[in-house]
Structure formats: C-alpha cells, structure tokens
C-alpha cells in the first residue's frame, strides 16, 4: 500500500525511534510550562498562605477601650462560641473572650478567633457567618468593611438576639480568622472596634 510503501522508502535512520534524551528534553519542557503556569495561579496565593500563618493569637485583659470579663459567665459565653466555630472551620487553635465597655454596662464586645492554613479566606468567613445564622437567625446587610493593616476579607452585618440588633464583624485571611458580636454598639462603632479589637488579638 502506498503508505507502507512510503515508509519502506525511508532511511533506516528516520524510521528509528526517537532517542531517550529527546524524549526526556520534550517532557522536561512540558513540565517546565506546567511549573511556569502553575507558579503563575497560584504563587501569589501560596506567598500569601507563607506570609500570614502561624499567627499568634491572644485575649488581652485589656483591648480597644474594653475590659475582659472574667466572670464565669463570660467565661461560658466565649467557649461557647469558639465550639460553634470549631466546627465548620477545623481550626488548629482558637482563642475567645467577652469584653464590657467600662464606662457604658450596655455595650460588650463576643470575640474568638482561630488559626489554621486558609486558602480560600471569602468562604471562610461564609462559614464563620453561617454559624450566626446556625444560632441566632441569620446575619443581615452583610458589608465589605475596612480589614486594617492585617489585610484578608472583612465583613460586617447584624443579627438578632432577644428583639435586638446585634452588629456582627469578621475576619479571615490564609492564617486565621475570627467572629465578633457587639450587643449595645451602632454598625459604625462595631466596625471602628473590629479593627482594633483584630489588632490587639492578633499579631503576626
């Protein structure tokens, strides 16, 4: 047939097979461009994942012009919470506390956090949210709100407890990520309080 024919007129050195070295150069270079895209995707997550892990986290007696309560119910409340985040996050560690406003006994602050390695921090604080609607109903108007210097996805809305309404904030980025409820404060002052409330339980 013509196309046996065809091959049968080759050289013996064209119908050879390709030699193991070019085999091993053409791989290496299909390997190489897989490297190179995937270094592409993904090496700003990875930096990033490199950059905020291993945070430290801590509940200071004092905090954003509020004071820890160390009273066995706060004590209860706070547990209680980093429980209910435990769950559909799967930190490695998670810290909690209730904070009071000295001067005004209305207003108190729910605070835990927890790390982990994070890849995908917007579903993290998904999750985080989900637990608030799991227990209290639901958060509403969820907003984009300022993450401070820390960085990552930040969060605030409402829910409600008892008839009323509760401002809600987090945080998550690829090391950690946390919950904080404000009974007594308007949204602006939960959001101001947010920032450094993060700022004094988390450093890196």
Known sequence: MAFLETYEEQPEEERRPLPLRRIMLIAG???GVIV??????????LWQVVRQGNPEL?????????????SERGQRTAEGMREALSVPVGFDKTVGGVYQDPKV???????????????????????????ITDTAGGVTGTHDVAAGALGGEARCGATTIDADKVPV????????????LFPGHTPEEAAAKFVALRDAVQKR
């Open 29 to 31: 270079g299909v390997f």
């Open 36 to 45: 190179l895209i995937s270094a592409v995707i993904w090496g700003p997550t």
């Open 58 to 70: 801590t509940i200071p007696a004092q905090a954003a012009g509020l004071t820890l309560d160390t």
């Open 105 to 131: 006994a209305t207003k108190s602050a729910i605070v835990v956090a927890g790390s982990a390695t994070l890849f995908d921090p917007a579903s993290t604080l998904d999750d985080l949210f989900s637990v």
């Open 169 to 180: 904030c987090g945080w998550a980025d690829h090391g950690s990520a946390g919950l904080m």
